[in-house]
């Protein structure tokens, strides 16, 4: 039976000659013997992948400018009006890049301004009522991200598929109870309760950290996966935007859980 293989099917039958062409010579040969078994694929002009240096360059990079962001918004002692307007820009923003996992810089920059107009302001709100509350946020952060990355670089544990879409489908879960919590606030004081600063906010905002965490992990084994695969240089800007964003989930919601056990002044 003929072979569909076309190297095999250019083999003749029995007494048929073998190679239709003139034999190679010596020197072809020694040619032949010496080229590579394999040509890598020629990459365009410029192209680079990703390497862990460059996430964590743009990493800082975008953490930096929403610091300072957030350091001009707390010395300028801005409204909460101006930060509310700052925190829906800064969620715009931030669907775009997620819906659209762009790597556009201007795009994840602005978020970083924006976002750190709105903690700068917050903070600034926090700190009045609650002093010394920011730094003890900042550490609480610091020390989730550290334990975060340990458990991850240690393997003892590695998100899989499964665990993925749990804590994306956590994810919108929440956003809807504090959306319906905002919602119950007009009619019912308090709301569901779940911002309210009794047992129930305590363990809202527990888990929301753990959630904020969970997504850390996630964002590491993006990184790691994309290092490995080799994805092109501008993604560094992407896996610098989720880091960035877990980073104010979480403290965010360490702030409010330290405000619950912290007196007025």
Request: proline fraction near 5%; aromatic fraction near 14%; charge should be neutral.
């Amino acid at each position: 039976m003929e072979s569909r293989n076309p190297i095999f099917s250019r083999r003749g039958g029995v007494g048929q000659q073998a190679w239709s062409g003139p034999a190679p010579s010596a020197q072809q040969l020694n040619e032949m013997y010496n080229a590579p078994a394999y040509a890598p694929p020629s990459q365009p002009p410029g192209y680079r992948t990703m390497t862990m240096d460059d996430v964590v360059m743009k990493g800082f990079f975008t953490l930096g400018t929403v610091i300072v962001a957030a350091g001009i918004a707390w010395y300028s002692g801005w409204g909460i009006g101006i930060g509310i307007g700052a925190a829906l820009i800064a969620m715009v923003l931030g669907l775009v890049v997620s819906f659209r996992q762009s790597a556009n810089p201007a795009l994840i920059l602005g978020y970083a301004v924006f976002e750190g107009i709105f903690l700068g302001i917050i903070s600034n709100f926090f700190e009045a009522r609650f002093n010394g509350i920011v730094l003890q946020a900042v550490i609480g952060t610091m020390m989730a991200f550290l334990g975060t990355l340990s458990v991850y670089a240690l393997k003892i544990f590695r998100p899989t598929p499964k665990f993925t879409k749990f804590v994306i489908g956590a994810a919108f879960a929440a956003l809807g109870l504090i959306l319906i919590n905002f919602i119950a606030s007009f009619f019912i004081d308090g709301g569901l309760g779940l911002r309210s600063g009794g047992p129930l906010a305590i363990a809202f905002s527990v888990g929301m950290i753990l959630l904020g965490c969970f997504f850390l992990l996630l964002d590491f084994d993006q990184i790691d996966e994309g290092v490995r695969s080799g994805v092109p240089e501008k993604y560094s800007w992407l896996m610098a935007f989720g880091l960035t964003l877990s980073l104010v989930w979480i403290y965010l919601e360490v702030l409010r859980l330290l405000s619950y056990f912290s007196g007025d002044d």
